[in-house]
């Protein structure tokens, strides 16, 4: 049985997990230049693994916040955790300098860092149930 959620949260839910399995696919495809701009020099694995690895994570994250009902708190937090784990690479990407997705200013990749949190929020918030 299904924990009952609010509208709000229903679809703060459906467009991060739609955000998160199309980010995932574009590590696959389109986008893979620009997410190894990302990757910080500390992780052991080679740049394009990490890239890849981090897009399967994205879709497997995404779907299963689009399509979770028992779990659906579970999902959120590890969406959290993901978020959270990510993001030395865009302080990396800012530290470094480095130009990806059109952040070519360090104020701009920057300001990228406040989404960060955000979405974080987002995960845990829209995945709880309503009381």
Do not use: Y
Request: no cysteine; net charge positive; glycine share 8%.
């Amino acid at each position: 049985m299904s924990t009952p959620s609010t509208p709000a949260r229903t679809i703060g839910r459906f467009l991060l997990g739609g955000a998160l399995v199309f980010a995932g696919t574009s590590h696959l495809t389109f986008a893979r230049d620009d997410f190894r701009a990302q990757v910080p020099e500390f992780v052991p694995l080679k740049t394009d693994t990490t890239v890849l690895a981090s897009g399967v994570a994205e879709i497997g994250l995404g779907a299963a916040l689009l399509l979770a009902r028992r779990h659906r708190s579970l999902v959120g937090t590890a969406a959290a955790v993901f978020f959270a784990a990510v993001f030395p690479g865009n302080i990396a990407q800012l530290v470094h300098h480095r130009d990806a997705f059109g952040l070519d200013t360090d104020r701009k990749r920057a300001l990228r860092l406040i989404g960060q949190p955000v979405l974080i929020a987002l995960a845990l918030w829209s995945t709880r149930s309503k009381r």
